[in-house]
């Protein structure tokens, strides 16, 4: 069993800054893919960033890259979304989520947080 805990979401105006944060706890993490999910109102959960537990190779969807960027720290069991030039459309709530699949696949991660909101005004 993984325990996920997300922060760091708020309200943020249009081309500002977030950094997400999600704390993880339980089984040993070294071959899991750490992942970032979004669900915007009215949408369904999609895939936004992840990256390998072990060694740091990382993934993103089109509509983020080259503005989000993933990390992790390993002695803090702790990954995270740093968000730049954020854009209405990237308010949604974020889920931090843990698979062993390295995808794009929303069904694939097995363990999920609570959530974050973020909210992005125009």
């Known amino acids: 069993q993984v325990q996920l805990v997300e922060s760091g979401g708020g309200l943020v105006q249009a081309g500002g800054s977030l950094r997400l944060s999600c704390a993880a706890s339980?089984?040993?993490?070294?071959?899991?893919?750490m992942g970032w999910l979004r669900q915007a109102p009215g949408k369904e959960r999609e895939f936004v960033a992840a990256?390998?537990?072990?060694?740091?190779?990382?993934l993103y969807a089109d509509s983020v890259k080259g503005r989000f960027t993933i990390s992790r720290d390993n002695a803090k069991n702790t990954v995270y979304l740093q968000m730049n030039s954020l854009k209405p459309e990237d308010t949604a709530v974020y889920y931090c989520?843990?698979?062993?699949?390295?995808?794009?696949?929303?069904?694939?991660?097995?363990?999920w947080g609570q959530g974050t909101r973020v909210t992005v005004s125009s």
């Open positions: 989520a843990v698979g062993r699949v390295w995808t794009m696949t929303v069904n694939t991660y097995n363990y």
């Open positions: 339980g089984r040993t993490l070294s071959t899991y893919v």
């Open positions: 990256i390998m537990w072990s060694g740091g190779r990382t």
